[in-house]
């Protein structure tokens, strides 16, 4: 019986072993941490949304210059397939607020030990606390051990050793080198959807500090998208916020500084805005005023203030615009450690279409250590379901030729 190698156990590898294990083959799984998933444990944490319920092409879409290279490995582990499975494993699915798909325990705690238990019944050997550290001349594995070094040779070797964002559940991008060392194209990682830096004022932040905003149109160069976002110590962060990140690195790369664009009330036009700011104010103090005609009170006011100046807020036509279209510079992002992906990693043109490496036959690669990039909404997670099954298909492919 052909033999295979799963390095790297989160929802791509566990994905390409289950896959490989139906098809019979010995399956052996290395994790350096001490157990599985701890990434997809903490995805968990924000209730663990699967997948996405719009159209296929839609779907898509969203991967935007990357849609050709992940769409033969959606098309086969399409969305609605996932949740076919998670709900094989037991756990019920629902489609929350913009069609989101989530397990209704929104934690993946019970998936990820129903799935365990699924595959140690189909045969899978897991030895954590194996920490890939090279290969040999001949390409066999190295592991270090808290025993011993380890070497290990399997007829298929699939990596799913993750990107390089939250290094301490595991994917610490580690493996880079050894793949440099065999010329392997590689593009350096950079954070995504991730939050930025924005220096407030101690005030604001003792208020605000954790605070949402909610339903505000975010324009960032042109684009803008309608959603919530939360106030944290360091910035901003938050669906709609990441949802803008890949354009707010680019303007930093390119530009050192984006501005983020906030429309705190999208609902009426800039006329509207401004007939009711400009309304007789009596003796209401502004807040007042803004808090009784357009219902901006709270963390929206506070953030209004923190970004317009005093003189501006005294004129009408300034206010309107700042409610409407409040600027707010960013230089900076969050560091690559605390965004939820990252960008970069193994290049498709090192990889043929079974996933496997063109220049070392045998050894494929899945997941977010490929260099592709998505936006969140489940988007991340399905191509990494996907492609560990790619991979699987793809090295049962290659053993049969
Ligand atoms: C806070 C947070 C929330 C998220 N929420 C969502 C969400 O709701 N929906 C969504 O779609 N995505 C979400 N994601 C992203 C998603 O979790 C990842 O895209 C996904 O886990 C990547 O899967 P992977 O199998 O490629 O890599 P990983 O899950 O990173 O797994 C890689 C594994 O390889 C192991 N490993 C690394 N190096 C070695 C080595 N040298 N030897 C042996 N083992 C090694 C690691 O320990 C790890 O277990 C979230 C991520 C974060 C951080």
Known sequence: MPTAAIIGGGPSGLMAAEMLLNQGLSVDL????????????????????????ESFEGFLKRFEKDQLKLAPFIRNLPPEAIRKWAEDLGIETFEGTSRRIFPKVMKASPLLRNWLRRLEDL?????????????????????????????????????????????????????????????????????SNCGFN??????????????????????????????????????????????????????????????????????????EIYSLVSKEKGKNTLTNHLRKNLNLSGVRASLLREFTSPEKLKSAAALTKSIKALEIPIYQSQSIDRAISSAGGISFDAIDSNLMIKKMPGFFVTGEMLDWDAPTGGYLLTACFALGRGAATGAVHWLNN
Not at 157 to 178: M, R, T, V
Request: glycine content about 8%; overall charge positive; some cysteine.
């Open 30 to 53: 290395y994790e350096a941490k001490p157990s599985v998933g701890r990434k997809f444990l903490m995805a968990g944490k924000s209730g663990l949304n699967l997948t996405h319920a």
């Open 198 to 271: 924005v220096s407030w004022s101690n005030i604001f932040l003792s208020k605000y500090s954790g605070a949402p905003v909610k339903s505000c149109r975010v324009s960032v160069n042109g684009f803008d998208k309608i959603g919530d976002f939360i106030i944290t110590d360091y910035g901003l962060e938050g669906g709609v916020i990441y949802s803008h990140s890949r354009s707010i690195l680019n303007e930093i790369r390119d530009r050192r500084c984006a501005t983020i664009s906030i429309d705190f009330i999208p609902e009426k036009n800039s006329d």
């Open 123 to 191: 045969g899978l050997r897991i030895h954590l606390k194996h920490k890939w550290i090279g290969l040999s001349k001949d390409l066999q594995l190295h592991f270090s051990t808290p025993e011993k070094n380890l070497i290990a040779n399997h007829d298929i070797k699939i990596f799913a050793l993750g990107g390089a964002s939250w290094p301490k559940l595991g994917s610490d991008a580690n493996w880079l080198n050894i793949f440099q060392q065999q010329n392997i194209p590689i593009t350096p990682f950079r954070p």
